[in-house]
């Protein structure tokens, strides 16, 4: 099966790797747009201290920092074998002592769910000092040991690295994706046509653009930083077929871009996803005409 991955920001790049992992063809491309978001991501991986409580957010992402260390072991047999990821552990601050209580009980609460997130310590403002200097002396905080961080730019090179290494053709360009009576035959590359059995659009904040000879795309999707509420739009668009999305993922995407980028590759090659993607339909309830 031939797939093309529009976009090799942590989701694109994740998707090409996942796919060529399944044996699936490959070409992945990128406009190398400024303002890519994997490039400015500050690349904390703990969303257990976000303050979202919806289902399927809190599943995808928790889904997706459990499986960072197993993606980190197949990358590191690949040759990729620093790409950045430490587990380093975070501070989430508290205004005060009893604030910090809150904090500590209420990511507790979560460790049933989410055993990955580690130890949780309520610190001192001087115990919190001693791990990150520059907070004031009366700071309060909460430690959460299984908390990382990741460079998005070093990981998003290293997965199109190990996809290219599995087979991926990896092209510089920009691209438009090709319709023909509602369906999606592949790419537009300048006046060239590749054609695939399907397209996962890893956009990012390009989108709408990206969806611009599709008249229903152009109209009713708009990239957010987040999709319709807190969830991301990852999976396939309804009303097209050949064309799954993956994009969306807010302020956690460096969390989350890995897993989701896998999850698209399944959904694209027609295999049942690991997680459930009914919940981030992109366009939910749209019908083709
Ligand atoms: C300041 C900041 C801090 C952040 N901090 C964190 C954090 O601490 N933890 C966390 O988990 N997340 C964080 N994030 C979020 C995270 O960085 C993003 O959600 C994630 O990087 C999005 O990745 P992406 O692959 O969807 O998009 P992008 O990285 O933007 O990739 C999209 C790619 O698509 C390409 N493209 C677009 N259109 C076309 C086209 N037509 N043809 C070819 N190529 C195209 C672009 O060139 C680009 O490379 C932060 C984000 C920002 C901005």
Redesign the pocket.
Same mark, same amino acid.
């Given at each position: 099966m031939r797939l093309i991955v529009?976009?090799?920001?942590?989701?694109?790049a994740s998707c090409a790797y996942a796919a060529t992992s399944l044996g699936a063809e490959v070409v992945l491309? #990128?406009?190398? %747009?400024p303002g %890519?978001?994997? /490039? /400015?991501?500050?690349?904390?991986?703990c969303p257990w201290s976000a303050p979202v409580t919806d289902p399927a957010w809190c599943a995808l992402a928790y889904a997706a920092a459990r499986e960072y260390p197993a993606l980190m072991a197949r990358l590191a047999d690949l040759g990729e074998t620093d790409v950045s990821y430490r587990q380093v552990g975070a501070l989430a601050l508290a205004a005060d002592e009893e604030d910090r209580e809150r904090i500590r009980l209420a990511l507790t609460a979560r460790r049933a769910e989410a055993p990955e997130i580690g130890e949780v310590t309520g610190l001192s403002g001087a115990e919190a000092r001693q791990l990150f200097p520059p907070l004031r002396a009366d700071a309060a905080a909460v430690h959460i040991g299984g908390a990382a961080r990741v460079d *998005?730019r070093e990981l998003a090179a290293a997965l199109a690295r190990a996809a290219a290494r599995q087979g991926a053709v990896v092209r510089q #360009? $920009?691209? $438009?994706l090709a319709l023909d009576h509602g369906r999606v035959t592949g790419v537009r590359i300048g006046g060239e046509l590749i054609r695939a059995d399907a397209v996962v659009a890893? &956009?990012?904040?390009?989108t709408r #653009?990206?969806l611009a000879d599709g008249t229903y795309l152009e109209t009713r999707v708009g990239f957010r930083p987040v999709g319709p509420g807190i969830r991301p739009l990852l999976g396939p668009v309804p009303a097209l077929d050949g064309l799954v999305v993956a &994009?969306g993922? *807010?302020? &956690? *995407?460096?969390?989350? *871009?890995p897993l989701s980028g896998a999850l698209a590759a399944q959904s694209a090659l027609g295999l049942p996803p690991a997680i459930d993607l009914e919940p981030f339909t992109p366009l939910p309830g749209m019908t083709r005409e």
């Open positions: 529009v976009g090799s920001g942590i989701v694109g491309v #990128d406009a190398a %747009r %890519r978001a994997t /490039a /400015a991501g500050a690349g904390i991986i *998005g #360009d $920009q691209a $438009q890893a &956009t990012g904040a390009w #653009d990206f &994009t993922l *807010g302020a &956690t *995407g460096l969390t989350m *871009g």
